[in-house]
């Protein structure tokens, strides 16, 4: 990146005096955090945090189970992939994305050349414990969701492994915990200088 287009796309954090030099992609399993680490990870940074399920469903104005029930998966994923792509354009921040976005290969390969994708990794328990009670995840919708989750997490973890950075999550970590962890990574990879 030429040095004025990289110093044109920094921005210095208020609280911690850091600057993040490209997009922030969590990814991850449905559960693991990406919504609410992400969150206060931008808020920490003083950075944009954007949503890729919430601005695809803003853009169609219906809710993801609606897209899905109504145009299935295939026509979800396109859209996905669409959105994703305009929400990188818009600089460092940090980026959150549904659950299966990380798993087409056109997605790895634009984030790559935009942004960093971290992924927030969670065993199959842990993520249980915290989708369980949930009734807005589509691919959960079957009669055994434990065992859904866990195959769709056994199948996914390949694409997940490609992330550029891991971060580890275990049971009893704060989001504020996590926020850190994401930080030290970001940190150690110079994507926050």
């Not at 210095?12 to 559960?31: D, H, K, Q, Y």
Request: hydrophobic share 40%; glycine share 8%; proline share 4%.
């Amino acid at each position: 990146m030429p040095e004025e287009a990289g110093q044109a796309e920094r921005r210095v954090t208020a609280e911690t005096g850091l600057s993040l030099t490209r997009p922030v992609v969590l990814v991850g399993m449905m559960g693991c955090g990406k919504t609410a680490v992400g969150t206060a990870l931008a808020s920490r940074l003083n950075v944009p945090f954007r949503d890729t399920d919430e601005a695809l469903e803003s853009a169609a104005r219906m809710t993801i189970q609606e897209i899905f029930d109504r145009d299935g998966e295939a026509f979800f994923r396109a859209r996905e992939s669409e959105v994703l792509r305009r929400l990188l354009e818009q600089g460092p921040g940090i980026l959150s994305t549904g659950g299966g976005a990380f798993l087409r290969p056109e997605n790895r390969g634009v984030i790559g050349k935009s942004g960093v994708s971290v992924w927030l990794k969670a065993d199959g328990e842990l993520l249980w414990s915290r989708v369980k009670h949930r009734t807005t995840r589509p691919l959960l919708m079957t009669d055994d969701p434990k065992a859904t989750l866990l195959a769709l997490l056994a199948e996914r973890t390949d694409s997940y492994s490609e992330a550029s950075l891991t971060v580890q999550s275990v049971p009893g970590l704060s989001i504020a915990q996590m926020v850190d962890r994401v930080i030290a990574a970001l940190q150690d990879a110079a994507i926050l200088t």
